[in-house]
């Protein structure tokens, strides 16, 4: 189900173009998405979403329109009580004209669903930067959604390459930063533990900033080693389609889907349900 950002929002057929060839989303990548759940013919956490779209739009320089959280409803009511997901995306537009805003919803990829219940492998990769720099240039848009994926694509390649459905993005300096499309949390210690997001450029998550107060366990946003991940306990990633996702192999070491893992992951879908 298609629908487009206007004054009210309009539903269109999915085939329908909706960006011209000159857009600067598509010739220079300056757009940015959201990506949410739908459950219940309601998207989940729509405010938390709603707020980062602001704040990658700003970074990217883009001047949001209003009617967001309308669209987004048009969009999940046309699609029904069915769980889905609803990805909404603003384009800079072209040169002479304004952006242009629209929402998706499809049903969730079977993998996903997988992955949430069974878990994924994954290998820790450089990103080739030190821990601190993506926050001291804000250039380089750390911390921004954007739909320029490639490098994000490229490394889920490198990590299928390597036996393993996903990766962990580390620095040159040996921490933890984030996942291609994830937040990263590991279990160490008896606490729950995720890498700081302003400190090292790294997308705010949403589903993080749901599930992580959910743990039963204490949480500590700190920075974070790689070898204190190797030899974590647990390892989750945390995503909007996917939610808590138990990491049962990584680097070639056996994990399993953990106590802590396994509450959250309850717990997120219940908070999900809930609305």
């Known amino acids: 189900m298609l629908a487009l950002l206007a004054d009210p929002p309009r539903l269109v057929d999915p085939t329908t173009p909706v960006l011209r060839a000159d857009d600067l989303g598509l010739s220079r990548g300056e757009s940015v998405f959201e990506t949410l759940r739908v459950a219940g013919g309601r998207p989940a956490f729509l405010d938390l979403h709603l707020e980062r779209l602001a704040r990658s739009a700003a970074r990217v320089a883009i001047d949001l329109p209003g009617g967001w959280a309308e669209l987004a409803h048009v969009a999940t009511r046309a699609y029904g009580a069915a769980d889905g997901v609803l990805r909404l995306t603003c384009s800079k537009g072209a040169p002479d004209a304004e952006p242009v805003g629209f929402a998706l919803v499809t049903p969730v990829p079977p993998a996903s669903v997988a992955a949430r219940e069974r878990g994924v492998s994954a290998v820790t990769l450089t990103l080739g930067v030190p821990v601190a720099l993506r926050a001291e240039a804000p250039w380089l848009l750390g911390g921004v959604k954007s739909t320029s994926y490639a490098v994000n694509m490229a490394t889920l390649r490198a990590a299928e390459a390597a036996g393993a459905e996903d990766a962990i993005w580390t ?5 933890v930063l984030e996942a291609p499309t994830s937040t990263v949390a590991w279990v160490a210690g008896g606490r729950l533990v995720t890498p700081p997001a302003d400190q090292v450029g790294t997308l705010p998550g949403t589903t993080a900033a749901v599930a992580l107060a959910l ?3 204490p949480v500590d946003v700190r920075l974070g080693t790689v070898d204190e991940l190797r030899t974590a306990d647990e390892v989750l990633l945390l995503s909007s389609v996917r939610g808590v996702t138990p990491v049962v192999r990584l680097d070639g070491r056996e994990l399993g889907a953990g106590p ?6 309850a717990a997120f879908e219940r908070a999900v349900l809930e609305g």
Do not use: E, F, L, N
Not at 171 to 175: H, K
């Open 171 to 175: 620095s040159t300096d040996g921490y």
């Open 215 to 217: 743990s039963p366990v």
């Open 260 to 265: 802590v893992t396994t509450a959250v992951r």
